[in-house]
């Protein structure tokens, strides 16, 4: 095997012992790089450890730039990797970091190489474990046009009764308007309650309480919903029989060809 073929071994097949173990250093040099970062926005911690933290993100984006480069001249496709989506993501997550670390104290600039932590994604993706996103992405699918029905009704109600506190709440100045009224809506019915506007009257008060009530539904409905379709999700799933190896439902207690009895461990 030729050096080319044996980079892209490590480098793109985490099957093999070396591949995963290069998976969990780069995932490792993410998160650490990130962390980085964030410690060097905080003005007590630079102040003590600018040059440690400014030399480690140096080193990691060194470290990245060579990775780059070798998944760049390792790649059987190079036009396919380098304006594929995850090769845009690499180039993303690397070049501008250089450009950061040249040009220091914009914060602009400087929070670009947060963006390396979307790396993380691709890293979990050759670690196989994206089959639980994918599944995940199913349910939400599955779940999207109960949660819009469930959503568009909070949406309605908030509107009406943002509208109605307008009336009830006429005197009060954090009601003056509509729309301040509807703001007071959404702050209160998602339980935030920043408490810059509150109702004088007692029955705004009381209308108040219904949106508090009300906005328990916001947790409660949606994890109802795809809670139930996890379920659903897994009932779709098919498993072979162990005894003539026919696909079945994970909710099928017997073998639709042979009628064999599942057992729990089996399904």
């Known amino acids: 095997m030729d050096l080319r073929n044996r980079i892209h071994q490590i480098i793109f097949d985490s099957r093999t012992p070396l591949g995963k173990l290069f998976d969990i250093v780069l ?3 993410i998160l650490v790089s990130v962390i980085t970062v964030v410690l060097h926005s905080v003005p007590t911690i630079r102040a003590k450890y600018d040059t440690l933290l400014y030399s480690l993100d140096w ?23 380098i304006f594929g989506f995850w090769g845009v993501l690499d180039f993303i997550a690397v070049f501008p970091s250089v450009v950061a670390l040249i040009i220091v104290g914009h914060p602009t600039i400087q ?4 963006v390396r932590l979307l790396r993380v994604f691709k890293v979990l993706r050759l670690l196989r474990f994206i089959a639980e996103g994918y599944a995940l992405m ?23 009764l943002g509208s109605a506190m307008y009336v009830i709440e006429s005197g ?20 935030v ?9 007692a029955l705004g008060k009381f209308v ?8 328990y539904a916001l947790i409660a409905v949606p994890t109802i919903i795809i809670g139930s379709e996890t379920v659903n999700d897994k009932n779709r799933k098919q498993f072979p029989c ?8 994970y909710s099928h207690k017997y073998c639709s060809e042979c009628g064999n009895f599942f057992l729990d461990d089996e399904n």
């Open 27 to 29: 995932m490792l040099f």
């Open 59 to 81: 080193f990691f984006t060194i470290c990245f730039l060579v990775e780059y480069g070798l998944r760049v001249f390792s790649a059987k496709n190079r036009k396919a990797y």
């Open 138 to 160: 199913r349910i939400l699918r599955a779940s999207f046009y109960k949660i819009t029905v469930f959503m568009s009704f909070i949406f309605v109600l908030v509107i009406l």
């Open 111 to 114: 929070v670009i190489r947060v």
């Open 193 to 201: 309650g920043f408490g810059d506007v509150t109702p004088s009257t």
């Open 208 to 215: 108040s309480s219904l949106i508090m009530l009300a906005g």
């Open 242 to 249: 162990p005894q003539c190896h026919h696909q079945n439902y």
């Open 172 to 191: 009060n100045p954090g009601f003056e308007s509509i729309p301040n009224s509807i703001y007071w809506g959404i702050v209160t019915i998602t339980t």
